[in-house]
């Protein structure tokens, strides 16, 4: 039928372009195996339709099936993760099973859909691979019975098997920037627990000691002697120099933390010199996370105090649905920004380092909202 219809159209339009220009013409020649050419995919297309609704409707439906789940997936109404459903029907296979291909994972470059390590389908299976990268494998069982119109399928649906190993490698690559930044932070904690350890029961308990051998040699010292002046000024100096490492360790970590997250809140507010409404969960949390939490309250109420003029501050740190969320409101003048360089802007690191989000809220005359959601899995 086709052969017969573009000899028909051949011979048409080399006779009717021989009319007009001249029998033998080269251009009659040319013109009609250009429309031949051009009218080949058409009349192909139609053939093969026609021969397939009256001899092999099978074939038909099966590639009308994917044709609409490609519609389907190019108008957003499916995922291209489906793509193994979609093959399952078009074929009549429940037998198909696809598991993609993730070389950057050499330890189990074989995944499932849904991430998960497997290993490459047992045979028959066929490798897919599209401009020679490897996109993963698909086992089948009785779309063996027709392999011509199993890999024509599987040449129609190339674009959502693309589309869902490119997603997948995306998740695989976005899971693996959070769990360095995790690992990051962890470390960086526990670092921060090691110098104020080493703060604390290091230099600070050696500069106590050697103010009370001044303190000592001074109750020993004749009063008229001019050393006892000397002494003084010392044990003053060291004083000082106590209460500086004190601070100094608290702004590495927090001591209160090692009691857990409501005392060093609570501990954080005890000074401040407008009332504060606290309200934290006693469910434990990971101690990065914690830590993390404690700093957001630290800033928003740092910044309250010293810059919108509050009256008031409220503290609200809740556990749910697998979250920390972090809440503090002030009623003071409002007008915070997430500036860079500022302490919100290192806060927001941090927070997003943690896989969280940070949201500040703070309209002109209306008060500071800030919060934040630390994501915590227990």
């Known amino acids: 039928m086709l052969t017969g219809g573009l000899v028909a159209v051949f011979a048409a339009v080399t006779v009717g372009v021989g009319v007009v220009v001249g029998r033998g013409s080269d251009l009659a020649i040319a013109a009609a195996t250009l429309v031949c050419a051009a009218g080949f995919g058409l009349l192909r297309r139609r053939v093969q339709a026609v021969v397939d609704a009256r001899f092999d409707r099978g074939r038909r439906d099966a590639l009308a099936r994917l044709d609409r789940f490609l519609d389907e997936v190019r108008d957003g109404r499916a995922e291209p993760e489906e793509v193994e459903s979609a093959l399952r029907q078009a074929l009549h296979d429940p037998g198909i099973r696809v598991v993609y291909w993730l070389a950057s994972d050499p330890a189990t470059p074989w995944r499932t859909i849904n991430g998960e390590p497997s290993a490459r389908p047992e045979e028959p299976a066929l490798d897919v691979a599209v401009a ?35 997603r997948m490698a995306l998740r695989q690559a976005l899971a693996e920037t959070r769990a360095s930044r995790t690992r990051l932070v962890e470390a960086t904690d526990a670092e921060r627990r090691r110098l104020e350890r080493d703060l604390h029961d290091g230099a600070q308990q050696r500069l106590v000691a050697i103010g009370m051998s001044l303190r000592l040699a001074q109750q020993r010292a004749d009063p008229a002697d001019p050393m006892q002046e000397v002494l003084a000024a010392a044990v003053r100096d060291l004083q000082e120099a106590v209460a500086e490492l004190r601070r100094l360790a608290g702004g590495v970590r927090p001591r209160g933390l090692d009691e857990g997250l409501p005392a060093a809140i609570r501990g954080l507010v005890r000074t401040s010199p407008v009332p504060v409404e606290v309200q934290v969960t006693a469910d434990p949390v990971p101690d990065a996370v914690a830590t993390t939490a404690y700093y957001v309250a630290a800033e928003a109420l740092a910044n309250a105090l010293k810059h919108a003029e509050a009256r008031s501050v409220v503290i609200d740190i809740t556990h749910r649905n697998g979250d920390l969320r972090v809440m503090v409101a002030d009623d003071g003048c409002g007008g915070a920004a997430v500036r860079p360089g500022s302490g919100l802007a290192g806060l927001r690191d941090r927070v997003t380092a943690t896989g969280g989000e940070l949201a500040v809220d703070s309209s002109p005359g209306a008060g500071t909202r800030v919060e934040a959601r630390l994501p915590c899995g227990s």
């Open 132 to 166: 020679g990268r490897l996109l993963g494998c698909i086992g089948y069982d009785l779309a063996a019975r027709r392999p011509r119109l199993f890999r024509e399928a599987l040449r129609q649906a190339h674009l959502p098997l693309e589309l869902a190993h490119s």
